[in-house]
């Protein structure tokens, strides 16, 4: 199960990048910063998205625009976020390549890195930790004038910086999410994992999850840019998405809506290892839980009990749902290849932090104090919410590449029902929508993984026309 928010915040300035590039060879060093000042951003139109681990490949043809010292550039954009360490790598046997990370500034490319040899020979590499949520550019680029050729173009993962066990920075809750904001108003919260620090399989995915979906809240469904959120890796703790959860949703009273999505792992503890007896009534004696971000090398979990208490703490009627995660046995989401992932511990409480109290209903909001009575599948038998699960409980969710639109590495879950989203009539309910995108789900999953994978609505509001719930205005 999962939701999450999106907020794509506006290209910053990149201050203390980190830079790893090769020695290049004996010809003397070259930048071409001062070249970039009077280039157009909108040089190229339509420059393409690159995601991770993705190979892209293209030309550099006598048509193309030139930088002032005539040679030729592509432009290509990456949205990074805060914290990522990414590598940049041009290859070409064609051309001697030249590449350069930059921003946008008003009108013109800032350059913020570049790098010739970095990769060996003729090829160039950058690698970088990512300051700032943003847009960043990349101009493939050669070193010497009037240059043409094929080359490839790939960003990978950084290295072991976005496997560090670092607890994560403290966080000013009630600055961060100060509230405030128009009861009326609509607000989504969009989580995506990629990174699990080792305690589990790192993915490519769940992060260009939330950002879609984040996308298509604001441009198909007209939410404020500024009301969708997102937490990803290393922020993406129990105590923060509890906090950012009552805090930010909660700012929308009777008349508002939130929107609350989940990608990354999800898990089914073989014990019920956290709450027990009238505090945690599981028919079945186990665990379903998102695994989070924890500290000193342990991991986190937020229960899926609890994340329905925090849906009924809020003061509208009107919350969405959506997880795109597993709670199939200790199974995962699979990979692009479709080899299945799965989280699965031994010992749990050796590599897990498990909450010993609930999150309370009487405290203000924003505290996770404990909770001493009965607590029930709020989740399961869903009243004043309504969920849209990827898949059932006793089976695996799946992310895939190489998909038609969008781009990337994408949950198949996730991407079909963007799809669906961003297509549907004014008046197509939830039920209608769900019923199309099990469909195409459960066909992907089984003809590529051989796996049934079956999305599903659950909650009274289902038959709800999507415009209707959303307060689409």
């Not at 949205?79 to 930059?102: K, P």
């Not at 790098?115 to 090829?123: C, K, P, Q, R």
């Not at 070193?143 to 790939?154: H, M, N, P």
């Not at 990608?263 to 004696?285: C, I, K, R, V, Y």
Request: net charge negative; charged share 20%; hydrophobic share 35%.
């Amino acid at each position: 199960m999962s939701v999450s928010t999106l907020r794509f915040s506006a290209l910053a300035p990149l201050a203390g990048f980190v830079l790893a590039c090769g020695t290049g060879d004996a010809k003397d060093p070259v930048s071409k910063q001062a070249l970039l000042a009077g280039v157009s951003t909108a040089a190229k139109s339509s420059p393409t998205s690159l995601t991770l681990g993705q190979a892209v490949t293209g030309s550099l043809d006598a048509t193309d625009p030139k930088l002032p010292d005539s040679s030729h550039f592509d432009q290509w954009t990456y949205d990074g976020r805060q914290g990522e360490r990414i590598q940049i790598t041009l290859e070409s046997s064609e051309f001697d390549a030249y590449l350069i990370l930059g921003q946008q500034s008003g009108a013109s490319i800032e350059s913020v890195a570049e790098d010739d040899d970095g990769a060996g020979e003729t090829n160039a590499r950058i690698t970088a930790e990512l300051p700032a949520d943003g847009t960043y550019l990349i101009l493939a680029n050669s070193y010497g004038e009037g240059a043409t050729g094929a080359y490839t173009l790939r960003v990978d993962r950084g290295g072991a910086a976005n496997t560090t066990t670092q607890r994560p920075a403290a966080i000013d809750y009630a600055a961060r999410y100060p509230g405030g904001g128009d009861p009326n108003g609509r607000y989504a919260l969009m989580v995506g994992i990629d990174d699990y620090q080792g305690i589990a399989t790192s993915l490519d995915g769940p992060v260009a999850d939330a950002r879609l979906m984040g996308r298509m809240l604001v441009d198909r469904y007209g939410f404020a840019p500024a009301n969708v959120i997102y937490i990803t890796d290393r922020e993406a703790t129990r105590e923060h998405l509890a906090e950012a959860f009552l805090r930010h949703l909660g700012q929308a009273g009777p008349e508002g809506v939130a929107v609350f999505y989940y990608s990354g792992h999800g898990m089914q503890m073989e014990e019920n290892l956290a709450l027990t007896g009238t505090l945690d009534p599981e028919p079945d004696d186990v665990d379903e839980a998102l695994v989070m971000w924890g500290a000193d090398g342990r991991g986190g979990i937020l229960l899926d009990d609890e994340l329905g208490f925090l849906a009924n703490r809020l003061r509208t009627d009107r919350v969405l749902m959506i997880m795109d995660a597993c709670f199939s046995g200790t199974g995962t989401r699979g990979a692009a290849g479709g080899q299945a992932k799965e989280v699965k511990f031994s010992d749990v409480k050796g590599n897990l932090t498990v909450p010993t109290s609930f999150l309370t209903d009487s405290a203000p909001v924003g505290s996770t104090t404990s909770k001493s009575g009965d607590v029930s599948d709020l989740l399961g038998e869903p009243e004043r919410h309504l969920l849209l699960a990827a898949s059932s409980d006793d089976q695996l969710s799946w992310t895939a590449s190489g998909w038609p639109k969008y781009g990337g590495t994408i949950s198949v879950f996730t991407y079909y029902l963007a799809e669906a989203m961003e297509a549907a009539p004014e008046d197509a309910t939830f039920s209608a929508l769900m019923q199309g995108v099990r469909g195409k789900t459960l066909a992907f999953t089984q003809s590529n993984y051989n796996a049934r994978q079956t999305p599903q609505p659950e909650g009274r509001q289902s038959g709800m026309s999507i415009r209707e719930f959303l307060r689409q205005r």
